[in-house]
């Protein structure tokens, strides 16, 4: 199966992700699609060549790195193929004529083909080979391995899994020369951080888990410092969280303020509209939150707010949500015949008594 992330806007994920920068993606219910997207963020980055710090308290990082998927080959037949289709598209649609009042109104594209190729294609139906993996260098963080057997006890009035994970990437961006204050030995890399269900049980939080937790601030804390790591280092990080387990709202709007970018994935698992047709071309709905508004007083706005997700045979995709059309005949027969009802309450006068089924009230 083949994926091909397509996001609006553009600087969502791995090909336009910027430097420094804090993304976080609130997980789906069941964590599929989150878990997707944290895999081809680190994906992208064993075939760009960077470096990676992988952090979980769930799955060994080892474990998820095995499970990336595999690079295509034809990326660049590919890329031909699509540059010959948007072509050819084009050259119909100067050949069509339409009416005078939508030529100047603004193209609507919702397939993949239509947009500008960043960033690789992948088959998640095949396992990234170990030779590649072993090409680039990564680092890991399991906090079971990493919490000490002696009692828990807090660092900086913060929780130990947490003080730990600072302390772990700090290392990494220091003694690897990720930071702007010492010169990397080699030529100049990028360090990609991926966090896997942060703030879940696991991690020792118990912000999932009931409405007054015991350290209300300590998530806050860990990404107020973390933000100010990535900020001055050669990096970008990307976290899933489990913002649906969440019963206090206002740690959840803090968490927001303190990351640069903000989107949430709603699944259609287990919900109503998974067998309702108005969404069954697609499988969620993505929700952009917050927009990065690095160096500068404004952020840019997306022309849509409405997207949807869908997992198909081959590619899984980002797009503007359209629901077709209502072809059905009850609505149109109703509505004329309230239309008809309507004339005769008129005819009759608005003091008369109304003689149907609806009543009209002055």
């Known amino acids: 199966m083949e994926i091909a ?8 994920l ?49 474990n998820i790195l095995k499970e990336l998927p595999a690079p295509l080959l034809d990326d660049n037949f590919k890329t031909e193929r699509v540059e010959a289709t948007a072509a050819k598209s084009e050259d119909c649609q100067d050949s ?23 960033g690789h294609y992948y088959d998640v139906s095949k396992k990234m080979s170990p030779e590649l993996l072993q090409s680039i260098k990564w680092h890991s963080f399991f906090l079971p391995d990493e919490l000490p057997l002696e009692p828990k006890l807090k660092m900086c009035n913060m929780n130990c899994g947490y003080a730990r994970l600072l302390q772990s990437i700090q290392s990494v961006i220091y003694q690897e020369g990720f930071d702007g204050s010492h010169p990397q030995k080699k030529q100049k890399n990028i360090l990609r951080i991926g966090i896997q269900s942060l ?29 100010g790591l990535l900020r001055k280092s ?5 976290i899933t969280m489990p913002s649906h387990l969440m019963e206090n709202k206002a740690i959840m709007e803090r968490v927001t303020n303190l990351s640069d970018m903000v989107v949430g994935l709603e699944s259609f698992i287990g919900s109503e509209r998974e067998t309702n047709p108005l969404y069954k071309d697609y499988h969620g709905l993505l929700h952009v939150h917050q927009i990065p508004r690095l160096n500068s007083l404004i952020c840019d706005v997306s022309d849509t707010k409405d997207l949807a997700f869908r997992l198909k045979r081959k590619q899984f995709t980002v797009e503007r949500l359209h629901l077709p059309p209502d072809l059905s005949d009850t609505v149109s027969r109703s509505s004329k015949q309230d239309l008809a009802e309507s004339a005769k309450l008129l005819s009759s006068g608005c003091g008369a008594m109304a003689i149907g089924k609806k009543h009209l009230d002055f």
């Open 5 to 12: 992330v397509r996001f609006l806007p553009k600087d969502l």
């Open 199 to 227: 703030g879940s049980l696991l991690w020792d939080d118990d912000i999932c888990s009931t409405s007054t937790p015991e350290d209300i601030h300590s998530i806050t804390k860990f990404l107020y410092v973390l933000r």
């Open 14 to 62: 791995c090909g336009g992700l910027a430097v420094g920068t804090l993304l976080l993606i609130e997980e789906d219910k069941y964590g599929v699609y989150s878990s997707l997207l944290l895999k081809y963020f680190l994906a992208e980055g064993v075939v760009c060549g960077h470096d990676l710090f992988v952090a979980s308290a769930q799955d060994p990082p080892a």
């Open 96 to 118: 069509m004529q339409i009416a005078w009042r939508y030529q100047n109104a603004p193209k609507v594209e919702t397939s993949p083909t239509t947009s500008i190729k960043f």
């Open 234 to 238: 050669l990096s970008a990080c990307i």
